[in-house]
């Protein structure tokens, strides 16, 4: 099955600095890779995704980029804010099968 | 649209007891999946349902059973209650026919 690693378990970073967290994942066949950010005490969100046909997509100051032949993805946070500290999980998993499977996450702390 | 609702929000049972955790999801979403969120183990995915039958299923002992009503809301059981069933139990619904899953804002379960 599926199996997501996830570095930095935590990451810490003055407010305006970049932050980046990588994943690797270890099923070929695997075709969605999600975001999602959990605020203590709160459901996870899911901030931004990218499709295994797709290289790299922004929102605004996220961005994720995806390697399909070294089998990772990372996700780029800039020009960091305090509102940003949260856990960070990243997934995986393949199109229309929703067994989706996470790494262990990441604390990132933003410091003002 | 209305989001993922949950109920109940906090549980406590004690060992060897049986629980029930319910979930509706978004309205027109056809795929409810079950996820279990602890310190140690991070996000497990349990099983998903879609239109009625159950689609995918992770890696849980047969404790864990779930089913889904002609509404696409979907109940989770664990029977036999263990200490180490205490968590974090998330549902995430989705179309079924793509990729983004959102998330209720879960079932805290403490086990005594």
């Known amino acids: 099955g599926e199996n997501v690693e996830q570095h930095p378990s935590t990451l810490s970073v003055q407010e305006g600095d970049s932050a980046v967290i990588k994943c690797t994942y270890s099923?070929?066949?695997?075709?969605?890779f999600p975001w999602y950010k959990q605020e203590l005490g709160k459901r996870p969100q899911l901030i931004i995704d990218?499709?295994?046909?797709?290289g790299e997509k922004k929102d605004q100051r996220i961005a994720v980029t995806l390697n399909k032949t070294a089998k990772h993805f990372s996700l780029h946070i800039t020009e960091t804010q305090p509102e940003d500290s949260a856990v960070y999980f990243c997934?995986?998993?393949?199109?229309?099968?929703?067994?989706?499977?996470f790494g262990a996450g990441t604390r990132l702390t933003v410091k003002p | 649209k209305a989001g993922v609702t949950q109920t109940p929000r906090y549980l406590i049972k004690t060992r060897g007891q049986q629980v029930t955790l319910s979930c509706s999801p978004i309205s027109g979403h056809r795929s409810v999946s079950w996820y279990q969120q602890t310190p140690g183990q991070g996000l497990q995915f349990l099983f998903e349902?879609?239109?009625?039958?159950?689609?995918n299923k992770g890696n849980f002992p047969g404790r864990f059973s779930g089913r889904q009503f002609s509404n696409s809301r979907s109940e989770m059981n664990v029977s036999t209650l263990e200490l180490g069933d205490s968590a974090l139990y998330l549902c995430a619904s989705s179309s079924g026919n793509d990729y983004e899953q959102y998330f209720g804002p879960g079932t805290r379960l403490t086990v005594t």
């Open positions: 349902y879609f239109s009625e039958t159950q689609r």
């Open positions: 997934a995986a998993s393949i199109y229309n099968n929703n067994d989706m499977r």
């Open positions: 990218i499709r295994s046909n797709v």
């Open positions: 099923d070929s066949a695997s075709n969605y």
